[in-house]
C-alpha cells in the first residue's frame, strides 16, 4: 500500500523513534511543561485539572497514556471533534523546540510517514496497513511548515 522508501516509527527501540509522540521530547503548552508530547495529548482529554495535573507528572508516557485510556473520569465532550488539533499543535511545537528531531524530519524528504502502530487505525496504520496514519499526516503537515519558514 506504501511505496518503498515509506518511513515507519513507533518503538523507542526502533530507527526514527524520534517522531513518536513517546520521545523524550517535552513541549511547553499552556504555560507549564509536559514530559513529552504524549502527556500533553493525553492531559487534553479531561477537564478535571487535577486529573491533568496527575498526568502531567506521570513518569513515563506510557503511565501517561494508561491514565488517559481510563473511562473513570469523563472525557471532554468535544474531545472527538478537537483531537486532531490538540496533536497538531503539540507536534509543531515538539519539532519547532528541538533541533535533532527537526533536523531529523527535514532530513525524511517527500517520503511517507508512517505510524507502524498496530494497534491504532487512527493515528497509526492499524493492524492491516490500512489505517489513517494521523500522525504520519501531521508529521509530514509539519514537516512542510518547517520548509516554508
Ligand atoms: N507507543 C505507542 N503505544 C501505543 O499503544 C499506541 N497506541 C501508540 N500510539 C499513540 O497513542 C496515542 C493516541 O492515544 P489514544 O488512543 O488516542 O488515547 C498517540 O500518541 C499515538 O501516536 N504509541
Known amino acids: 500500500m506504501y511505496p518503498a522508501d515509506t518511513i515507519y516509527f513507533y518503538a523507542q527501540t526502533d530507527d526514527w523513534s524520534e517522531f513518536s509522540n513517546f520521545a523524550p521530547y517535552g513541549v511547553a503548552m499552556d504555560d ?28 513515563k508516557p506510557k503511565d501517561a ?13 468535544d474531545w472527538e471533534a478537537i483531537k486532531d488539533g490538540v496533536m497538531l499543535d503539540a ?46 499526516r501531521i508529521l509530514m503537515q509539519v514537516r512542510d511548515e518547517l520548509r516554508r519558514d
Open 32 to 59: 507549564v511543561w509536559w514530559r513529552t508530547v504524549e502527556h500533553y495529548f493525553q492531559a487534553q482529554k479531561f477537564h478535571d485539572a487535577d486529573y491533568r495535573e496527575r498526568i502531567r507528572v506521570a513518569n
Open 65 to 77: 497514556k494508561a491514565l488517559g485510556m481510563t473511562r473513570q473520569i469523563p472525557l471532554r465532550d
Open 91 to 136: 507536534v509543531r511545537v515538539k519539532f519547532r523546540t528541538h533541533e535533532a528531531p527537526r533536523e531529523l524530519l527535514l532530513s525524511t524528504g517527500e517520503s511517507m510517514i508512517v505510524e507502524n502502530a498496530p494497534m491504532d487505525s487512527y493515528w497509526g496504520c492499524g493492524p492491516d496497513g490500512n489505517g489513517l496514519n494521523k500522525l504520519g
